[in-house]
């Protein structure tokens, strides 16, 4: 089973703070992907990678920029947080698009 | 529109018996995924059907591509069963997208 693994869990920030989150995949996978989480909206997707040095715009992109350094490492960064981004943050991999998706546990992100 | 569309929103059923969850699509989509999300947050992988019907001991999905709709039928439910079920699919464009999930409280 893929195993993707988040950090922080856990993260409190200030408005106009700069904020990384980071995720790890260890199944090889293709495609990783960056979700939010809100009350009202279910999960939406910010960005997503089909591999090492690729970026695709997801459907909230705005206020957010992502990175996939490896096959491995994907992070999404926020430069000049704001309240709006307060969230539960999900990253995610799949080995190919349309295949089975497995997320990890989570990042709760407040912006005071 | 929303592509993915969740019904019902919420659900309370008593520990025992059992219902149906549907997601409807408002375009073809190439493939289907069932979590459920547990008191703690996680997203728990339940199936993933690119046609037709899978069964996992109480959990049961069907997924009609050609009428657009997937369903998950839980039967004999129990209290760890309570939690948010979220379908989600596969456009055609690589993209998943979730439904807004339907909140299930599964009651003694």
């Known amino acids: 089973e893929a195993a993707v693994t988040q950090s922080p869990r856990n993260k409190v920030t200030v408005t106009g703070g700069n904020v990384t989150l980071s995720c790890r995949q260890t199944n090889s996978h293709n495609y990783m992907y960056w979700y939010r989480q809100d009350t009202g909206h279910g999960l939406r997707l910010i960005h997503y990678?089909?591999?090492?040095?690729?970026?695709q715009i997801g459907d909230v992109p705005d206020g957010y920029k992502a990175t996939r350094t490896t096959q491995e490492d994907f992070f999404l960064l926020l430069e000049l947080a704001s309240p709006s981004q307060t969230s539960l943050y999900f990253c995610?991999?799949?080995?190919?698009?349309?295949?089975?998706?497995?997320f990890g546990k989570g990042t709760r992100l407040t912006v005071v | 529109g929303d592509q993915v569309e969740q019904s019902p929103s919420a659900l309370s059923l008593h520990e025992g018996t059992g219902s149906a969850l549907r997601c409807n699509f408002t375009?073809?989509?190439?493939?289907v995924q069932w979590f459920q999300q547990n008191s703690r947050g996680s997203l728990i992988n339940l199936f993933y059907?690119?046609?037709g019907t899978k069964e996992n001991g109480r959990l049961k999905s069907t997924f009609n591509s050609k009428e657009s709709y997937s369903t998950l039928h839980i039967r004999d439910a129990q209290l760890e069963d309570s939690g948010t079920y979220f379908c989600a699919a596969d456009t055609n464009a690589y993209k998943v997208i979730f439904g807004k999930g339907t909140h299930l409280h599964v009651l003694p």
């Open positions: 990678s089909y591999g090492a040095g690729n970026l």
């Open positions: 995610a991999s799949s080995e190919e698009g349309g295949t089975e998706v497995f």
């Open positions: 059907l690119a046609s």
């Open positions: 375009t073809t989509m190439r493939a």
